[in-house]
């Protein structure tokens, strides 16, 4: 007969317990940064201890602001949502189109801005405003009580 791996509760300790004497790896490897400033790193996955994924962080570029902004791609790549870092072309080609973006509505304001102004002048109707909205003779101003004389 084969001998079975014997598997008793003393050796199971004593190998959990030397396993967890072994180094790990606490400080992440440098993956990238932003253009902003911080920067991003990852833990890989050790399958031996039981850690499937792997662990993302990132280190703002100020530690003292509490509202730190992340690209679409990084923030991606942190959560897990895609597999490999984004490359700096792919953030150049994305900020190029967010600042076109950014000009697009800025021309798009300016222009509306003008039919706006022109827009918001006060309308008369047969001579009685109120602000900006008209008086028509068929709605009443003060609900019961007719103010303009038909």
Known sequence: MANKPSRDLLGVIWQNFWRSLRPRQFRGNLIGEDY???????????PAIGKRKPSRYFEPADKEAFDQELT??????????????????????????????????????????????????????????????????EYDLMPGKHSIKK
């Open 36 to 46: 902003f400033g911080n920067k991003y790193y990852e833990i890989p996955p050790n």
């Open 72 to 137: 679409a791609e990084w923030e991606a790549w942190l959560r897990g949502r895609r597999e490999d870092p984004p490359t700096r072309e792919e953030l150049v080609t994305n900020l190029q189109i967010m600042e076109l973006k950014k000009q697009n509505a800025a021309q798009l304001d300016a222009h509306y801005a003008k039919d706006k102004d022109a827009a918001a002048l006060p309308k008369q109707v047969e001579g009685e405003t109120i602000g900006t909205f008209p008086k028509y003779k």
